[in-house]
């Protein structure tokens, strides 16, 4: 196979200063709870097929395939600094960007085996890839401060390796594209990178039909299935915000709390974005058309951190993969597999202290944005102990009360089991018997 490059003229290419972050640790005992610890300690994106899940681990220098149950069936090694992925239309092939090899990779997704190379020249270190126009297109470094957009015409027996016209870009920018609208790709500014643009590729090369600074800087992003709008996530905010293409305006935001580091959206179009630092929860889920979460969901502990890019859907929209990395030991993968099922969430009103010997009596609701069967109940344990199975009134209050046999601290948790439309939900809250 020959593969020939074109390369805009400006100079010798030289290497970035920087390399852009990857999230690594040192090595030590792996540990998981309810997630499936991969043999990885380095993570660069989570991407899934119908078939597999793909992990690229740049430090490792491979990339990772688990079927949709998260059990390991081939590490694929010899990846140099395995970092961006994409998959062909018709999910046959894996590409993976090479940085440290200056190359990208044709990984063949039945037999998980490398069957090709392309070379994108020296010092190019391409980093995220896209397909769009009937080409593989990918970020690169074009020189000491700029990085640019070039393109492999993949499906040619001679394929051509065009390096762009200009490099406009501060920092390697992360792409998407979408089936809906083939001949569009949009790039985003990664990390502290600003800027976005959005390029018409019919033509072969990228004609540039939008642009703004307000967009950059991002984590990750990810477009909608009709190809209209993309979702950022932006390491600073405390949301992550909803952009129509044509004219990159903001349309919408999720309020998601600190910090958006992953989004993927299904293709029925329910979005799921995640955070670094949410304290309970890691990832919300929004349907289609909709800026309130129905569902807020905690990774297996110790969850720690959900890695940037590292959300990704099945293409049935029936199972989410998140990728997490614990203090110490390896990449884990958590599998939610009930993900049409709306959160349970409970609230309790209680006071902080009560008298002893006289009944203590607690309020609570239970809500969802889709209702709870008319039938709904909550069980209610003090200190582990079942005390009360109480109905649920048709608002979604319910009341009970209690007498402890001492006085002390003591702990009341309220559960919902859940159902078919929705997941278990928990609460508790102290109360302080004094004398």
Do not use: C
Not at 83 to 96: A, H, I, K, N, P
Not at 225 to 239: C, L
């Amino acid at each position: 196979m020959h593969v020939h490059i074109r390369r805009f003229v400006a100079g010798t290419v030289l290497a970035a200063i920087i390399a852009s972050l990857t999230l690594f640790v040192s090595p030590g005992p792996a540990r998981a709870a309810d997630g499936i610890v991969l043999p990885v300690r380095s993570h660069w994106q989570t991407l899934a097929d119908s078939h597999h899940v793909y992990i690229s681990a740049p430090y490792d220098d491979v990339v990772v395939a688990t079927d949709h149950d998260g059990r390991v069936l081939k590490t694929i090694e010899g990846l140099d600094g395995a970092r961006g992925m994409t998959l062909s239309r018709d999910e046959s092939t894996l590409y993976v960007a090479l940085p440290e090899a200056d190359a990208i990779a044709a990984v063949d997704t039945t037999t998980l085996t490398e069957t090709r190379r392309f070379a994108t020249g020296a010092d190019t270190e391409p980093e995220n890839l896209a397909v769009a126009g009937g080409k593989l297109w990918f970020s690169y470094q074009a020189n000491l401060f700029d990085a640019g957009i070039g393109s492999i015409s993949v499906a040619d027996a001679d394929p051509v390796v065009d390096l762009g016209d200009e490099a406009v870009w501060y920092g390697k920018p992360q792409l998407a594209a979408s089936p809906a609208f083939p001949d569009r790709l949009v790039a985003v500014g990664g990390e502290t990178v600003p800027g976005t643009r959005v390029y018409d590729v019919s033509s072969g090369t990228a004609q540039e039909t939008a642009h703004s600074d307000a967009i950059g800087g991002v984590s990750d992003l990810a477009m909608t299935p009709d190809g209209q709008t993309i979702v950022t996530a932006y390491g600073s905010d405390y949301f992550h915000s909803q952009w129509r293409i044509s004219d990159l305006t903001e349309t919408g935001r999720y309020e998601t709390g600190p910090y958006p580091n992953s989004v993927a959206i299904a293709p029925n179009g329910m979005v799921a974005a995640g955070i670094v630092a949410g304290g309970d929860w890691d990832v919300y889920l929004y349907q289609p058309g909709s800026t309130t979460a129905i569902r807020k969901i905690a990774l297996s502990w110790p969850s720690m951190d959900l890695l940037a890019r590292g959300v990704a859907w099945a293409p049935d929209g029936n199972r989410l993969f998140a990728a997490r990395l614990p203090y110490l030991g390896e990449v884990t993968l958590d599998i939610v597999t009930d993900v049409h099922k709306a959160s349970s969430d409970i609230t309790l009103q209680a006071p902080a202290t009560s008298r002893f010997g006289k009944s203590l009596t607690v309020h609570g609701t239970l809500s969802s944005l889709v209702p709870h069967p008319a039938n709904a109940r909550v069980t209610v344990t003090r200190d582990g102990v079942p005390i009360a199975d109480v109905p649920v009134a048709a608002g979604g209050t319910f009341t009970f009360r209690d007498s402890p046999p001492l006085p002390g601290w003591y702990r009341y948790t309220v559960s919902y089991a859940g159902d078919t439309d929705h997941v278990a939900g928990t609460a508790d809250v102290i109360v302080d018997f004094v004398n």
